[in-house]
């Protein structure tokens, strides 16, 4: 019993000056704080990034190209600075940062092409964290198959190639007598060269129908390419093998490819890629032509009070185009006849608080519509001005989203192209677009006095959408919309 005791009095003993050298050892050796701080620095865990993503710029944007990158690698970076330029659907637009920091990885490098929204394009870090430790996301990785094919070919044991099975033979005439063929499979079997007596008819009376020819053509083994006839000893550094022609009447399966630097066959074709603007486009007229019911008026403008206005005005050096009073008279007509200043949405007609003209401007990339903002409370001089510096910006791809989005009324003028007339395409959801033919001289009757007078017509055409704006209200918008510019004195008292 004693011994016991003193056992125990010695294993207390013990643990209790093994806790204080522990604690001794703890507080004189903090190595574990280093190794825990060298486990937690950037040089290991990386600094966590700031992600920059691919930007909507513009309501129909789906993706965009990356033009170019206006700060570096490195670079610091404040919030609204200018990051790059992206060419969207419509324009090239600047892209800005929402951050303040600096530019750590670019991961989309200039040039990139139809980069979808919300893609990964660059890195940024917070400012004073060290940008070359930027730790880098993994890529997006798609849903796994069922095996990789080098894994499947890897676990699939060898087998030695089995012999080449016999051809089949070629198939016995399945019909005598008079043939009865479909028009379909007369031309299936004419353009493949094959015979119509190895049909199996299965139509009535023995016609041979359509299917009938396609599972001739399935069956019946492949053209073999015949034997070039060999000529006479002539020395060739490169024996080029002779394919044969194709059968009379036949087409190709697959048409010919063009090689560059050389003239193309007959029936060659070059794909060329389309831009973001060229498919919005496509995108946009097929929607618009398939989806409103287009309903088409036209009428003729005397133009002898607006060239006369003009040879005034530039007396007094003020410069305006016949363009700038039509789009003058266009919006005081909007503010007069508002029933046609509406757009069509998912729900029913929209009426609009404010005249916004949209003008179409030719561009290498295609047609865009800048807006002139306010029209009908704009003086003809203020709209050549925003005319012409907006249309400098369309050719230059440096529209911003506000000034092509959000028109109400679409004008369209190829009248500086001897056009005399033309139907334009409703740009949607727009209710109207308004194109404008070349003006003209013609000799017209006149009523008051009964005499041949010269006049300056010009024929405008109204496009406008059947849901909204019907035949008589489009006829009654044609008539004061001519009103307004045979007498332009009209628009000031608007």
């Not at 088409?296 to 003020?318: F, G, N, P, T, W």
């Amino acid at each position: 019993m004693a011994a016991s005791l003193r056992l125990g009095r010695q294993g207390i003993l013990f643990g209790l000056r093994l806790s204080q050298f522990n604690k001794c050892l703890w507080a004189t050796q903090p190595w574990q704080d280093h190794v825990r701080h060298f486990f937690q620095s950037p040089w290991v865990l990386g600094v966590s990034p700031l992600k920059v993503q691919m930007p909507a710029l513009s309501p129909t944007m789906e993706e965009g190209n990356i033009v170019k990158w206006l700060k570096k690698e490195g670079e610091a970076v404040a919030a609204g600075d200018a990051l790059c330029e992206i060419e969207t659907d419509k324009a090239v637009v600047i892209m800005e940062s929402n951050d303040d920091g600096v530019m750590a990885k670019i991961l989309m490098e200039e040039g990139s092409r139809n980069v979808r929204l919300g893609t990964l394009i660059a890195l940024m870090v917070e400012e004073g964290q060290d940008w070359k430790q930027v730790e880098i996301p993994p890529p997006e990785v798609a849903a796994p198959s069922a095996a990789p094919p080098a894994t499947q070919a890897a676990a699939a044991p060898v087998v030695p190639p089995a012999a080449p099975s016999p051809p089949p033979p070629p198939p016995k005439p399945a019909t005598s007598g008079p043939l009865r063929l479909s028009p379909a499979a007369r031309h299936i079997l004419d353009t493949h060269g094959l015979d119509p007596k190895m049909a199996t008819p299965t139509g009535p009376r023995g016609l041979i129908t359509k299917e009938d020819a396609l599972n001739l053509l399935k069956t019946s083994p492949a053209p073999k390419a015949t034997p070039a006839v060999a000529a006479p000893a002539v020395p060739s550094p490169v024996p080029t093998p002779a394919t044969a022609p194709p059968p009379p009447g036949s087409r190709p399966n697959i048409p010919p490819l063009s090689v560059p630097g050389k003239p193309g066959a007959p029936g060659t074709f070059t794909e060329i890629p389309a831009s973001n603007v060229r498919r919005v486009i496509a995108q946009r007229l097929t929607q618009s032509k398939t989806t409103i019911p287009h309903a088409y008026a036209s009428v003729d403008c005397d133009m002898a009070a607006v060239m006369h206005l003009r040879k005034d005005l530039a007396k007094e050096q003020i410069k305006v185009s016949v363009n700038d009073f039509i789009i003058k008279a266009a919006a005081v007509t909007l503010k007069e006849m508002p029933e046609v200043n509406v757009t069509w949405s998912g729900d029913g007609p929209r009426a609009l608080d404010s005249v916004h003209i949209s003008i179409a401007v030719a561009t290498d990339k295609g047609l865009i519509t800048p807006i002139i903002k306010d029209a009908a409370n704009k003086g003809v001089q203020e709209i050549s001005a925003n005319a012409k510096a907006l249309a400098q910006k369309a050719r230059d791809g440096k529209l911003l989203p506000e000034e092509y989005q959000g028109g109400s009324f679409s004008i369209s003028n190829l009248g500086m192209f001897g056009i005399s007339g033309f139907s334009a395409v409703i740009n949607p959801p727009q209710a109207c677009i308004l194109a404008i033919g070349t003006s003209r001289s013609e000799l017209r009757l006149c009523e008051e006095d009964q005499t041949l007078r010269t006049q300056q017509l010009m024929t405008v055409t109204l496009s406008s959408d059947g849901r909204l704006v019907d035949d008589e209200l489009a006829s009654r918008f044609l008539d004061k919309f001519r009103a307004n510019l045979e007498q332009p004195q009209r628009m000031a008292l608007a």
